[in-house]
C-alpha cells in the first residue's frame, strides 16, 4: 500500500520543496489530561511550539545525571554499540541513543513526573518513548546540528502518522551564547516544510552524523526565520526545554573552551504508535525509533534521583 497517496504531510517525493500548513492540534484535549503546567505556560507553548521551565533539577541532581552521561561516553562496552554516534572526523561521541535503557538513572529520569506529566498534559494522553538520547558537545570541536523539523525524519522514515510528539532537552551543563545552544523558529510548528530529496535507504548510518536528505531549502527557512525568529535556548544547568516535533531547530558547532552536554527524551502519544515508513524504506534501528513494543511510562513518584 502506498501511504504518501493520501499523505498529508508527504516529503522527499520528486516534486520541488512547499510549505504545508500544519493539520493538526498542538496542545491536545484542551491541555487537561495532566496538569503540570499553568494555562498561560500551555499558551506559550501552543503559540511558540516550545516552552523552557528553568530549575527543574537541582545541582545535585544534575551532577548525578552529568557523572552518568560522562560515565557511559567513556564506557568501551557503550561506544563500541551502534547507539553511539561519534563526530564526524574524529572518534569524540556525539550521541548516545536509547539511554533510557542503557542506564537505570536515565530510565528513572524519563519517568520523571517533572517530565513525564508536562508530556502527557500537551498531548493529552499516555505516552511511551519514541526515542532517547544523550548528546554532546565537546568544547573547540564539537560539530553542529542543522536546521529540521524531527517529525519530518520520523514521518518519513519512521511511520510516525501524525503530529502528537514531544522533546524534552535536559541540560546538564549551561547552556551559553558561545557553546552551540538549542536554537529554535518561534511558531514554525504551523507550518509543516515538505523537503527535496528522495531518501537513500539505511540513510540514519550517515544522517546522524551529518543530514543531507530532510533538510529544509533555504527560502522556506529564511520564510520562517523572518516571520518568528531565531530564539537561543540559553539556560543555566537543570533546566529544561519542551518542544513540539514540528519546531524547526538546530545548533551551531561549538568552538569555546565549554563543553555542552543535554539529554533528550522524546515522548509519543499512545495514539500516535508508528506506522510502515514511508516510500518502502526499511525500517530504522529499534534504538533510534521503537516500534517493537508501544508501551506506555509509568510517572515515578519519587525524584530521579530520590
Known amino acids: ?79 563500541s554499540m551502534e547507539e553511539a554516534i561519534t563526530e564526524p572526523g574524529s572518534d569524540e561521541v556525539r550521541s548516545i541513543f536509547r539511554v533510557h535503557e ?10 520523571d513526573p517533572r517530565l513525564i506529566h508536562v508530556a502527557r498534559q500537551l498531548l493529552g494522553s499516555e505516552v511511551y518513548m519514541h526515542q532517547s538520547r544523550a548528546n554532546m558537545k565537546p568544547g573547540f570541536k564539537g560539530k553542529e546540528f542543522y536546521w529540521h523539523s524531527d517529525f519530518e525524519t520520523w514521518h518519513v522514515e519512521d511511520g510516525m502518522p501524525g503530529m502528537r510528539a514531544l522533546s524534552c532537552s535536559v541540560l546538564l551543563t549551561d547552556n551559553n551564547a558561545c557553546n552551540g545552544p538549542l536554537m529554535l523558529v518561534p511558531g ?53 526545554v519542551f518542544f513540539e516535533c514540528n519546531t524547526m531547530h538546530g545548533s551551531n558547532g561549538n568552538i569555546s573552551p565549554w563543553p555542552r552536554a543535554n539529554v533528550f527524551m522524546v515522548y509519543n502519544s499512545m495514539e500516535n504508535t508508528l506506522e510502515a515508513p514511508r516510500y518502502g524504506l526499511t525500517p530504522r534501528p529499534e534504538h533510534i525509533a521503537t516500534r517493537k513494543q508501544f508501551t506506555p511510562l509509568v510517572p515515578l513518584e519519587d525524584e530521579v534521583t530520590a
Not at 542503557?102 to 519517568?111: K, N, Y
Open 1 to 79: 500500500m502506498n501511504l504518501a497517496i493520501n499523505d498529508l504531510y508527504s516529503s522527499r517525493t520528486d516534486r520541488t520543496s512547499a510549505i504545508i500548513a500544519r493539520r493538526d492540534p498542538v496542545v491536545y484535549g484542551g491541555g487537561t489530561y495532566a496538569s503540570a503546567l499553568e494555562s498561560d505556560q500551555v499558551a506559550a507553548y501552543e503559540r511558540d511550539g516550545f516552552l523552557m521551565l528553568e530549575n527543574v533539577f537541582n545541582s545535585d541532581e544534575v551532577q548525578e545525571l552529568l557523572d552518568e552521561v560522562r560515565r557511559m561516553s567513556a564506557d568501551p562496552a557503550i561506544t
Open 102 to 111: 542503557l542506564s537505570q538513572m536515565l530510565g528513572r529520569l524519563a519517568c
Open 188 to 240: 514554525s510548528h504551523q507550518q509543516f516544510i515538505s523537503c527535496q530529496g528522495v531518501t537513500p535507504d539505511e540513510h540514519y548510518k550517515k544522517s546522524l552524523k551529518k543530514q543531507e536528505y530532510g533538510v529544509p531549502d533555504p527560502v522556506s527557512l529564511r520564510l520562517l526565520a523572518e516571520q518568528g525568529g531565531i530564539q537561543a535556548m540559553t539556560a543555566k544547568a537543570g533546566s529544561v
